[in-house]
């Protein structure tokens, strides 16, 4: 079964950066499009962004546009999450995930449009 570990969270100050990475176990079949998600405490698990297999399409939440990029490595079996200008409200549990297909989903905000989830990293910005 394919696993996705994810890695780079830590505690930050705020206006800092941090680079998530998401290595999958093994190749996923089917060349998925996959994502972030964040929940922080006493929240619901939120959109963050996705990307396309090819990458020629990704989208983000509004809150996270201009300041976090996602790209992905194939070749690697690798997604990131480039996070700039870090906010204490960006703190929370990143997790990355995978869906069957190569294409966004109609709504890629949408967890159960992915199969595939890691366990999360811990990302904390202080002011």
């Known amino acids: 079964q394919v696993q996705l570990v994810e890695s780079g969270g830590g505690l930050v100050q705020a206006g800092d950066s941090l680079r998530l990475s998401c290595a999958a176990s093994e190749p996923i079949v089917g060349r998925p499009a996959m994502g972030w998600f964040r929940q922080a405490p006493g929240k619901e698990r939120e959109f963050v962004a996705a990307m396309s297999w090819s990458g020629d399409a990704a989208r983000y939440a509004d809150s996270v546009k201009g300041r976090f990029t996602i790209s992905r490595d194939n070749a690697k079996s690798t997604l990131y999450l480039q996070m700039n200008s870090l906010k204490p409200e960006d703190t929370a549990v990143y997790y990355c995930?995978?869906?069957?297909?190569?294409?966004?989903?109609?709504?890629?905000?949408?967890?159960?449009?992915?199969?595939?989830w890691g366990q999360g990293t811990q990302v904390t910005v202080s002011s």
């Open positions: 995930a995978a869906r069957h297909g190569i294409l966004l989903p109609p709504d890629p905000t949408a967890s159960y449009a992915y199969a595939y």
